[in-house]
């Protein structure tokens, strides 16, 4: 009999992503170019401008859905079509920094009704080690009345893209993967195999394919949170942590973070699944959540920076007018969410500063739905600060001149650059960076 891996490259049966997002959508269009999908997705709006081609991301152009043996949907039910399943949906925190598995439980309930024995799901979304056998296998059991193993077959392969990244894209980075058994570990690799460049590792066991995942984020969000708390030791010594790191980078073992605010819904949020996890076997983690507090207050420390500036020079902070310029989580990104920007500016305007934010990348609407208030279209002329908050591409060549333009007074103003991208540029007007 035929094996899954080979059923689906005969066409004689589909993939379904379930969840097509930044994660999902890319992967979908990728194995549609060797084998049948179905891409679904429970926002009809977003099936509806997939189905014309456009991501409703910005991420893909039309041209990325070219040759692609894809049907959208948002009906459940057409889920019972495929046969082997990936499920990419998002795996956020709630307020309380907890694990919010709605819709990855809810996902997989809906892939659960559908199951066929001799059926085939593989989670992408990150989640902490233990989650896929412990939260969602038994769902899938439950709702299908099939046995996870014997009946059908289940297996975790974590996703390493990084938005806006070129270089490193889904098809030359090396995916993890992992199954049930051998058997499964073996059909999800080589169906893998088949969109993948770089190749496939296969972890021994699902819980190791989860843990490698989120300590490669949880390893990069403590690295981060070091440079932060140099930054602002470096700060109060009045040395320029840029410039430290760059003679400090001479040294061959000296690894290259930078500081900076960490936002978004992987480096700032995957540490917490780990968290939660850790303590239900009672360690209590110190360094990631000491990462996790650094990180996290530094939107709000660079905003006090700034006042502590604008007093210094004698301006009244209540008729203070600032420009922001960066509002992604990320730089050359369009995705706003958990933007630590937005703690900046909240803590400006807490202080009574008037703030107005641009962004070449964000969308005005989605920026007022998130955070409350709309970007300005063209930053005016009469600043007292600006802030170059994230290090966007068409930001890079901007000289002191383009400053002094934005800035009250030419030349009289402050400049904060969260990033250091101008610091052997400025040589008249107040700059600070991190
Ligand atoms: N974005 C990244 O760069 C990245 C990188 C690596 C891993 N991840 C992980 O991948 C997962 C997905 O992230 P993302 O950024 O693609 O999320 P996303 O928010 O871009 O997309 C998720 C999609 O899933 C859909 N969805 C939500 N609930 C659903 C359900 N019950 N059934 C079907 N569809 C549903 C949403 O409508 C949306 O279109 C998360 O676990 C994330 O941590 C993301």
Not at 122 to 131: A, I, K, L, Q
Request: proline share 4%; charged share 25%; hydrophobic share 35%.
């Amino acid at each position: 009999m035929n094996t899954i891996y080979e059923k689906l490259i005969n066409k004689e049966a589909t993939l379904s992503v379930v969840g097509l997002g930044y994660v999902g959508l890319p992967i979908a269009l990728a194995f549609a170019k060797k084998i049948r999908v179905l891409g679904f997705d429970i926002r009809e709006d977003r099936v509806e401008m997939m189905g014309r081609h456009q991501d409703p991301n910005r991420e893909l152009v039309p041209e990325d859905f070219r040759d692609c043996d894809i049907d959208f949907t948002s009906r459940p039910e057409d889920l019972g079509k495929a046969s082997f399943h990936i499920v990419g949906v998002p795996t956020p925190i709630d307020q309380h920094n907890l694990p919010d598995l709605r819709p990855l439980l809810s996902a997989t309930k809906s892939v659960g009704k559908v199951l066929k024995r001799g059926d085939y799901v593989v989670f992408e979304s990150t989640v902490y080690p233990g989650c896929t056998e412990e939260d969602c296998i038994p769902i899938l059991e439950r709702e299908s009345g099939l046995k996870a193993g014997k009946d059908f077959k289940a297996g975790y392969s974590p996703e390493r893209i990084n938005p806006g990244d070129k270089v490193n894209t889904l098809s030359t980075i090396t995916k993890v993967v992992s199954g049930t058994d051998d058997e499964a570990l073996d059909n999800i690799a080589r169906t893998y195999e088949l969109i993948i460049k770089a190749g496939v590792y296969r972890a021994p066991s699902i819980k190791v394919a989860e843990a490698a995942k989120i300590i490669e984020n949880t390893q990069r969000d403590v690295n981060i949170a070091l440079m932060n708390e140099l930054s602002i030791i470096f700060n109060r010594m009045d040395i320029n942590t840029y410039d430290v790191l760059r003679a400090a980078g001479t040294k061959w073992n000296f690894l290259q973070f930078y500081p900076g605010l960490v936002g978004g819904h992987c480096i700032g949020v995957d540490p917490y699944y780990l968290v939660y996890k850790s303590k239900e076997y009672r360690y209590h983690p110190q360094v990631i959540n000491s990462g996790r507090f650094v990180n996290d207050s530094m939107g709000f420390y660079a905003a006090k920076q700034l006042v502590k500036k604008l007093i210094a020079a004698g301006k009244n902070i209540l008729q203070t007018k600032v420009l922001v310029m960066g509002i992604t989580f990320k730089e050359n990104v369009s995705d706003i969410r958990n933007s630590r920007v937005s703690d900046l500016v909240s803590e400006l305007k807490s202080y009574g500063v008037s703030v107005d934010v641009t962004d070449p990348y964000a969308d005005s609407g989605e920026v007022e739905e998130e955070y409350g208030y709309p970007l300005v279209e063209s930053a005016g002329k009469n600043y007292d600060a600006v802030v170059v908050a994230v290090n966007h591409a068409p930001y890079q060549d901007l000289t002191e001149e383009d400053f002094k333009e934005k800035l009250k007074d030419r030349g009289r103003g402050i400049l904060i650059d969260i990033k250091g991208i101008y610091r052997s540029k400025i040589k008249e007007i107040t700059y600070w960076s991190f």
